[in-house]
């Protein structure tokens, strides 16, 4: 039996433009439907912004959140002695509960 065609037989060449379409539907699909949301789930926490509070103020509201506050003293020019000068992570980040927290106050310059 003698083949009439030089290439691959056009069945073949079809299915694989199907297969290859509905992979890019998928992948689109998928794509999608997995944007977030904007919601945090059950097991992170929203951390406010702290900055300018005291340490003990930030403390407080961090164990509010169930999570576990540490100081960082750190010299600076712009922010008064014992205020928190940052927190990380920062605020509006999602933080695991009983996740540490680290607020950086400022301390006197020796």
């Given at each position: 039996?003698?083949?009439?065609?030089?290439?691959?037989?056009?069945?073949?060449?079809?299915?694989g433009v199907a297969l290859l379409a509905i992979?890019?539907?998928?992948?689109?699909?998928?794509?999608?439907?997995?944007?977030?949301?904007?919601?945090?789930?059950?097991?992170?926490?929203?951390?406010?912004?702290?900055?300018?509070?005291?340490?003990?103020?930030?403390?407080?509201?961090?164990?509010?959140?169930?999570?576990?506050?540490?100081?960082?003293?750190?010299?600076?020019?712009?922010?008064?002695?014992?205020?928190?000068?940052?927190?990380?992570?920062?605020?509006?980040?999602?933080?695991?509960?009983?996740?540490?927290?680290?607020?950086?106050?400022?301390?006197?310059?020796?």
């Amino acid at each position: 039996m003698t083949r009439t065609q030089s290439g691959p037989p056009i069945v073949w060449i079809w299915a694989g433009v199907a297969l290859l379409a509905i992979l890019i539907a998928s992948v689109l699909f998928w794509a999608i439907t997995m944007q977030p949301r904007g919601e945090v789930s059950a097991g992170s926490r929203i951390v406010p912004d702290l900055s300018g509070m005291t340490f003990d103020r930030a403390k407080q509201e961090l164990e509010a959140l169930d999570l576990v506050a540490k100081q960082s003293p750190e010299s600076s020019a712009e922010v008064a002695e014992g205020l928190v000068i940052r927190s990380d992570p920062g605020p509006t980040s999602p933080s695991r509960r009983r996740r540490r927290s680290s607020c950086t106050c400022r301390r006197v310059p020796r």
